[in-house]
């Protein structure tokens, strides 16, 4: 018996999140396809079906904008975090800790 002997998928769940239809999937899981063909069905299907499409109803460039500036913020705030401990306000004992690393590395 293999790992997966017995295992269900819900295929339900899958097709909803792959954006394909529901009785379309199993019969296509079935034949003996290669992971790269059975992906590229998938891709042909989600076209032709328009469901995928309508999951994302963002226009790219307006994702493209989110996402940069979502990740200017988030630039920001490791910019901050890293001034915060370039100025030695760590808790005392990670400082200590730090020097004591620091000296048996660098001995004086």
């Known amino acids: ?15 909803a999140v792959l954006g394909v ?12 396809y290669t992971f790269g063909l059975l992906f590229e069905k998938i ?12 999951c994302w109803q963002v226009e790219i460039r307006q994702a493209i904008k989110e996402l940069r500036l979502y990740l200017d913020k988030l630039r920001k705030k490791c910019d901050r975090i ?14 200590n800790f730090i020097n004591l690393q620091a000296e048996l590395l660098i001995p004086s």
């Open 1 to 15: 018996m293999g790992i997966l002997d017995g295992y269900q998928p819900n295929i339900a769940q899958i097709a």
């Open 82 to 95: 890293s001034q915060y401990d370039s100025m030695n306000l760590l808790h005392p004992s990670l400082q």
């Open 21 to 32: 239809n529901v009785q379309w999937l199993p019969k296509k899981w079935m034949q003996p």
């Open 43 to 54: 891709e042909q299907r989600q076209q032709q079906e328009s469901i995928w499409a309508q």
